[in-house]
C-alpha cells in the first residue's frame, strides 16, 4: 500500500498555498494603486508649467507667484481628489499626469 501523506503535511501544504495566492493577489492590488503622491505629482506640473510659460518674459517675481500659486492649488485638488473619488482613480489620474510632457496632456487626465 502507498504511504498517504500525513494530514499536518497536506495542512502545511494548503496554508502555503493559500499564503502564496494571497501574497501574490496582495503585491499585485499594491502594484495597481501605488501611485506617486500629490506633492510629487504637483511638482511635475509646476516643471511642465514652467517649461511652457519659458518662453514668455516672466519676472522673477511673477515666476515665483505662479509657482507658489499652483504648488498650493494643485495639492489641494489631488487631496480633495483622493477623497472624493478613492485611491483607484487617483491612482490612474497622478499615472497618467506622470506621463504627459505638456499641459494640454495634463488637461487631458
Do not use: N
Amino acid at each position: 500500500m502507498g504511504a498517504e501523506p500525513k494530514p499536518r503535511t497536506a495542512a502545511k501544504i494548503a496554508s502555503g498555498v493559500v499564503f502564496g495566492l494571497v501574497l501574490v493577489l496582495f503585491l499585485g492590488w499594491w502594484g495597481f494603486i501605488r501611485a506617486p503622491g500629490p506633492l510629487d505629482v504637483c511638482e511635475h506640473i509646476i516643471e511642465v508649467t514652467l517649461r511652457e510659460a519659458g518662453d514668455e518674459a516672466l519676472s522673477d517675481d511673477s515666476l515665483s507667484r505662479l509657482v507658489d500659486s499652483t504648488r498650493e492649488q494643485c495639492i489641494e485638488h489631488k487631496r480633495d481628489k483622493i477623497q472624493l473619488r478613492g485611491r483607484i482613480k487617483y491612482a490612474e489620474h497622478a499615472k497618467c499626469v506622470m506621463a504627459a510632457q505638456t499641459l494640454s496632456e495634463i488637461g487631458r487626465c
